[in-house]
Each structure stands twice: as C-alpha cells, then as structure tokens.
C-alpha cells in the first residue's frame, strides 16, 4: 500500500473534527458542571439564610453571649452572631438613613443573635421545631425569620436539579448526534479507500485500526482542551466571586473533567466503529450513491 493511500492520522480533517468535537465537549462539560455543582449551590444556598432571635431587653450582654455559646454547640447551627442593641441601631441609620432614637428619646431597637443552620436543617420543618426549641428560653422574646423564603428556595433549588438533570440527558444525545455527524463525514470521504482495502484482502479489524485510533486521539485532544477552558473559566469564576469557591470545588472540577473525557473518547471512538462498519458492510456499487 503506498504511502499516499494509508489513513492519515493528524491533517486539516483531524483538526476540523477536533475543533467541532470541543465546542460540543465544552457545552456538555458545562451542563455536567451545572448538574455536579447544583449540590454544593444548594448548600450554599440554604447555609445562607438567616434568622434572628431577639432577646429580652432586661437580658444582661454576659448572658446573651452564654446563650450564644449554647446555641454555637447545637448540631443545626452553623455559625452565629451576637447584634448589640448599639450595632443594630448602627446598622438601622445606614439602611434606613435615619435614627431612631432621635424620634422616641431611646434606642427601641433590640440585641439579638443572628443563626445561619446547616443545609440539612435549612427547611421549614426544621426550622419550626427549632423556633419551638428555642422559645423555651423565657429571655428570647422572638424568632424572626421569612417563612416564605425559605419554602420558596427549597422548592426552586428541586426544580432547577430536576432542569438540569433533565438538560443532561437532552444534550448528551444532542452532543452524540452533534460528533456522530462530523465523524460520519470523515469517514465518508475515505469509503473508497475502505472499499479498496477490503478488495486486497485486509480484515476488518485491520481496516477498522487506523480509523478508531484517529478518531480516539480527536475525542482525547478534544476532551483535554474543553476540560482545560472549563477549569480556566472556573479559576477566573472563583477569583471574580470568592463566595462561589464552596460551589465551585476542585473536585467538582475533577468530576467535570472525567466526565468530558470519557465522554470524548467513548462518543468518538463508538461513533467511528458505527460509521466504519456501515461503509465495510457496503457493496462498492452503492458507494456512488450515499
């Protein structure tokens, strides 16, 4: 067999086919990001809502901070903070722009200590047996939080899993035709050449050998080079949001990048058997004709 007539493994199809299959690895990668990282968003969702609990006036600030402490040690709480009655003025006049205390001749705002939950806990269920909990303590006058928050982000947080779980699949098929296509063409304009190997004697799998192993590199080069954008794009995230290095995990990352390239290398290299069989399977009159 001459040198001209052997299946190149890198040329201009190879790039082509590479540069197509990244861009459909890229936007499967970032759906699997979206899907992985909708946990550690919930979490981080949920471990932000807050509540307050306000304290009796007649409360002494040793007592409150003993209370804080008792609370800190309770296994829903994530972290807490005590507002001085001053502090909450403070922060009154720079929300508000005014000062109350200028109306009434005192300070009616009351200390409190504001709770963030873990997520387990961070559901209304949970968070009613709590108020009831800690109501029992005759000094906390009230337990203030947004009932309706806190319903209205449990339940957006199980629609948008199930959106992505749901877009996961409609683009893993989308990606498989997407690089089927590309590798179906490549492999159309060598049918001849397939047809011609056949006719001096070579075996299937001989035939098979040269193609599986091209379109393998495309989907392992393809695979590294989106999963290289989507860790670039990650790094930049983090460093643009610092908040977002909780959601945004290097083992989601890890996790993304197996999943874009195994993706690659097994949507590739399937796609290519499929499309080599077809063509091996074909009488050479029909060639002429596809």
Known sequence: MSKKSRVSVFDMQFVTAGISTTLVLLLLGLVAFFVLAAHNLSVYVRENISFSILVSDNMKE?????LQKQLSRQPFVRYTEYISKEQAQKEYIETMGIDPQEFVGY???????????KSDYANADSIARIEQLIKQDSNVREVSYRKELVNAVNDNIRKISLSLLALA????????????NTIRL???????????MKLVGASW??????????????????????????????RWVVAYEPGLVRVVTPRVMLLVSAVVLASGVLITWLCALLSINKYLRMKAGTLYYI
């Open 62 to 66: 040793r007592d409150i901070l003993q």
């Open 186 to 196: 490549t492999i159309y304009s060598q049918r001849f050449l397939i047809h011609t």
């Open 169 to 180: 699949v409609v683009l893993t098929l989308i990606s498989f035709a997407l690089i089927n």
């Open 107 to 117: 300070n009616p705002l009351t200390a409190s200590i504001e709770i963030k939950l």
């Open 205 to 234: 799998a001989f035939i098979r050998r040269p193609f599986l192993l091209r379109n393998l590199w495309i989907g392992l080069l393809a695979g590294a080079v989106a999963s290289g954008i989507l860790w670039a794009a990650a």
